[in-house]
């Protein structure tokens, strides 16, 4: 098993998860209760991580990559305006939160 991915936050971490498992990869989830131990440790050694078995690494990396490069381009979108009740939704959003109208 290797390490091939870890960040602060467990919903990040969980999301990495669901995203590598809906390519077929196969992760596991460590450190996921450590948080409860930070400051008495260094708070990074306490961040969840997710490891795969070393054959799925490059996979994993590659897709890990992709998830950032989408993430990235959501973050750099602004947000839009529905068309049918002139409601600011933000970018990551598909569907109006007032009216449930689809993103453009």
């Known amino acids: 098993m290797q390490k091939v991915y870890c ?3 467990l919903i990040n971490v969980h999301h990495v998860k669901n995203c590598l498992e809906s390519a077929g990869i196969e992760s596991i989830l460590k ?12 708070s990074f050694e306490c961040w969840p ?5 070393e054959n ?4 994993a990396t590659q897709a890990i990559a992709e998830i950032k490069l989408q993430q990235d381009a959501i973050a750099n979108e602004e ?3 529905c068309h049918s009740c002139k409601e600011d939704i933000a970018p990551e959003f ?3 939160w ?7």
């Open 49 to 53: 991580e997710l490891w795969v078995n």
């Open 56 to 59: 799925k690494v490059e996979l």
């Open 31 to 42: 450190n996921e209760s450590l948080t409860s131990l930070a400051g008495e440790v260094p």
């Open 79 to 81: 947000p839009w305006h």
């Open 98 to 104: 007032q009216c449930g109208a689809s993103k453009p």
């Open 7 to 9: 960040h602060e936050s």
């Open 94 to 96: 598909e569907l109006c």
